[in-house]
């Protein structure tokens, strides 16, 4: 079993920035982040491999930043120049299941794991 806790989300104004974490319980092999908003589906924003490949969505490249503190087992998001339209429930999510070299995945079914959630909301 892997436990997955978040931190760090919180309110900010359009092109603000926050960070979000999230400390992991146990060895992972692909981590990642997903939002939710009001009404959609769950989206996958942002994933890492464990050894350090990361993949994004398309809406989020050259804003956020996907990266690990391999000793402390914990994953961030730092996320920049936010948008209203980023304004989500963030979850974190793992698996340790290996892949080989398959990207890390974007997709739920990647993930045997997850955290409760943190909330982002970004005002404009």
């Known amino acids: 079993q892997v436990q997955l806790v978040e931190s760090g989300g919180g309110s900010v104004q359009a092109g603000g920035s926050l960070r979000l974490s999230c400390a992991a319980s146990?060895?992972?092999?692909?981590m990642g982040w997903f939002r939710q908003a009001p009404g959609k589906e769950r989206e996958g924003v942002a994933a890492?491999?464990?050894?350090?490949?990361?993949r994004y969505t398309n809406s989020v490249k050259g804003r956020f930043t996907i990266s690990q503190d391999n000793a402390k087992n914990i994953l961030y998001l730092q996320m920049n120049s936010l948008k209203p339209e980023d304004t989500a429930m963030y979850y974190c999510?793992?698996?340790?299941?290996?892949?080989?070299?398959?990207?890390?995945?974007?997709?739920?079914?990647?993930?045997?794991?997850w955290g409760q959630g943190t909330q982002v909301t970004v005002s404009s």
């Open positions: 999510a793992a698996d340790r299941r290996w892949v080989g070299s398959l990207p890390p995945p974007l997709y739920e079914s990647g993930y045997n794991y």
């Open positions: 890492r491999r464990s050894d350090g490949v990361t």
């Open positions: 146990g060895y992972t092999y692909n």
